[in-house]
């Protein structure tokens, strides 16, 4: 379950920075995507650890 939160939750903190950034007369390409680019690895890194945790019964 707190997979899935972790996923919405970095789909949603995604779309709605550009909007975020246009508001506060940024330019919305260059400030988010190395904040998508973070958010997307570390979604990755907590997703291979749970799964890790499961398989291994930690």
């Known amino acids: 379950m707190s997979l899935?939160?972790?996923?919405?939750l970095a789909s949603?903190?995604?779309?709605?920075?550009?909007?975020?950034?246009?508001?506060l007369s940024l330019d919305p390409t260059l400030m988010s995507t190395p904040l998508i680019a973070t958010a997307v690895d570390v979604v990755g890194i907590l997703i291979y650890f749970n799964l890790a945790r499961v398989i291994l019964k930690l």
């Open 4 to 8: 899935v939160a972790i996923s919405i």
């Open 12 to 23: 949603i903190s995604g779309s709605a920075l550009p909007f975020l950034f246009r508001y």
